[in-house]
């Protein structure tokens, strides 16, 4: 019945017609047609999850490959590192975004990540200012000692 019932609402029939081709009352064919949309919903879900998992693992072994680099002290690796820690942050939901990298509504978990990167860059004074710099959604700043070094 919930096959026929959800074919039914697609097809732009009411509740109503589709109880009365069923040979049930609306009530019934609503809850049946629920009954399938939860269940998609459901599976939509455990899709998404999966995803998501797997997507983190990928930016995850990026992070990891440019460890080094970023440690180093390498600007365009900073700013990559940088990039992958937003992109994790939108797959974890961590923060709101209103428009191309703006940070509008920052979580716990955000606030730790930040304080974890920043840390481990603390032997790193002029690497540490610009992804902070970055972190915090302001513009670039250049390091200290300017461009030439």
Request: hydrophobic share 50%.
């Amino acid at each position: 019945m919930e096959h026929k019932a959800i074919a039914l609402r697609k097809a732009g029939m009411t509740y109503e017609a589709i109880g009365a081709e069923l040979g049930v009352d609306r009530s019934a064919a609503y809850k049946a047609v629920r009954r399938v949309l939860r269940r998609l919903a459901d599976e939509a879900d455990a899709d998404g999850r999966e995803w998501r998992a797997l997507e983190l693992e990928r930016l995850e072994a990026a992070l990891v490959s440019i460890a080094k680099e970023v440690k180093g002290g390498n600007l365009a690796a900073v700013d990559r590192w940088v990039r992958i820690i937003e992109a994790e942050c939108r797959l974890l939901g961590l923060f709101e975004s209103t428009g191309p990298s703006t940070v509008v509504n920052v979580g716990a978990e955000w606030v730790e990540v930040r304080a974890v990167v920043l840390d481990a860059l603390a032997p790193y004074p002029d690497v540490r200012a610009v992804v902070a710099s970055r972190l915090l959604g302001e513009p670039a700043v250049e390091p200290v000692g300017g461009a030439d070094g």
